[in-house]
């Protein structure tokens, strides 16, 4: 028998577009094109595609998931995979937290025997929650980069964070070293790689500088911290107004731009206290913000208690802006708590906007476009790789809309958090299992 062209996937299909429109088919196909990698070829309801496909759909090629919804892969745009063991612990102070908890943490990762330990696991994890790209932070080490970057599946940049100043002696880098390494990642793993300073008050200003040009120069994405805490920011100038050049910075934002680290593959994580002429300067360098809201929550809510975002403010600026989880800031790895967290957070505020399409979107393509990969992933359009997730869903549920199908979703699990992690059962990339809960297995393909 010839081999079909096609694979067939029936359930509820979620595909997002913008923040106000979302496809949505209560019973849907996904249709795949077998490829390498395998793409979508449309998206229709079963009631349309089982007719039009009716010679080509076999026992074999037919995934039925039953009470489900079928929705493009996630994006976490900031989080720290060398932060996992922390996610839980105090976090009363940004700044004590680091110093308690996240640094001691971090040191660990100076063996190559933990970091490939500590690597299998977690993003093992991370495809099991559908999380198939993003930005993420690794320690300053060698060997939990390369850990990192051997081990996870999807559309990610990666950076070892640079700590040349302001740190603990056994996290502390020179220049030299930190320049060093940048090159060493940039030269190996090119633009897998992100150049990424921790944050201001642990890079210094020639680092920052150099470092950004090297990126800049071959084509990779920068990311860094800021203006996540008052607190943070009062350090961060005091500091840089000590030194030669920066007497007379007005800002967070200005330091960054003095040092060459906004621009348009810049990701700049919270951004949550911002003047207006920062808005500015971050509107015309093209720079991106990433939202963290279960980190920026209130410490009752397991966050840092930084303050509620701002995004029709951003908006207006006409910022580009996106979801992350902010692991370990942020207590759970899985986008579906970040989506319900940025929802709730507003809702609580009495902001209206902040709905579960405009969350879905900032949790899916809109990481895909600040990321440059929108044209072949982010979301279920035709032409773009097989890049999906499956949720089960409550049998007999009959949602009209993708809102209330959405907003089911993320209430579903709001009592007891931990379980969004486990909510998804399937994960395809680029056509090929990554994860089957049903199965228990998960499949290490690429």
Not at 36 to 46: D, G, L, N, R
Not at 222 to 244: A, C, M
Not at 269 to 297: D, M, R, W, Y
Request: hydrophobic share 40%.
């Amino acid at each position: 028998m010839k081999k079909s062209r096609f694979r067939f996937c029936i359930a509820a299909v979620l595909n997002p577009k913008n923040d106000r429109k979302c496809e949505f088919f209560p019973r849907g196909m996904l249709v795949i094109r077998e490829g390498s990698p395998a793409t979508i070829h449309e998206v229709i309801s079963y009631a349309v595609g089982r007719v039009k496909y009716q010679r080509e759909i076999t026992s074999t090629n037919l995934i039925d998931f039953g009470s489900a919804v079928i929705l493009p892969g996630f994006f976490d745009m900031h989080f720290h995979w060398v932060q996992d063991d922390v996610r839980e612990m105090p976090k009363a102070s940004l700044l004590k937290w680091l110093e308690n908890y996240t640094f001691p943490a971090e040191s660990k990762f100076k063996s190559a025997r933990y970091s490939k330990q500590k690597a299998t696991v977690f993003f093992k994890r991370l495809s099991s929650v559908g999380t198939l790209g993003g930005g993420c932070y690794s320690s300053i080490h060698w060997c939990a980069l390369e850990a990192a970057l051997k081990n996870v599946k999807g559309d990610f940049v990666v950076g070892n964070v640079l700590m040349d100043m302001n740190a603990p002696k056994e996290l502390l880098q020179t220049e030299g070293e930190a320049l060093a390494i940048t090159r060493r990642a940039i030269s190996k793993f090119g633009r897998r790689v992100a150049f990424t300073p921790r944050f201001a008050i642990t890079t210094t200003p020639k680092v920052m500088t150099a470092g950004g040009l090297l990126a800049d120069q071959a084509g990779c994405f920068k990311q860094s911290h800021l203006s996540e805490t008052p607190q943070e920011i009062e350090f961060v100038l005091g500091l840089f107004r000590k030194l030669k050049g920066f007497e007379k910075v007005r800002s967070y934002t200005d330091i960054y731009h003095k040092t060459n680290m906004l621009g348009p593959r810049s990701l700049m994580a919270h951004g949550i206290h911002l003047t207006h002429p920062e808005l500015k300067t971050l509107q015309q360098t093209k720079t991106a913000i990433v939202h963290c809201p279960t980190s920026n929550a209130p410490v009752k809510e397991r966050g840092i208690g930084s303050g509620l975002f701002d995004f029709k403010r951003i908006e207006r600026a006409k910022i580009r802006w996106a979801l992350g989880s902010d692991i370990g800031g942020g207590p759970f790895l899985s986008m579906l708590d970040v989506m319900r967290s940025f929802v709730d957070q507003n809702k609580s505020a009495g902001i209206s906007g902040a709905t579960g399409v405009k969350a879905l979107y900032r949790a899916t393509l809109a990481g895909a476009e600040i990321l440059q990969v929108s044209a072949r992933t982010g979301n279920l359009d035709a032409g773009k790789e097989a890049n999906f997730i499956v949720l089960p869903l409550e049998k007999n549920i009959r949602i009209k809309t993708a809102e209330s199908l959405l907003q089911a979703i993320l209430k579903r699990d709001s009592k007891k958090r931990s379980r969004y992690d486990d909510r998804v059962s399937y994960v395809s990339f680029q056509g090929k299992t990554l994860f089957d809960r049903l199965s228990t297995k998960s499949v290490t393909s690429k």
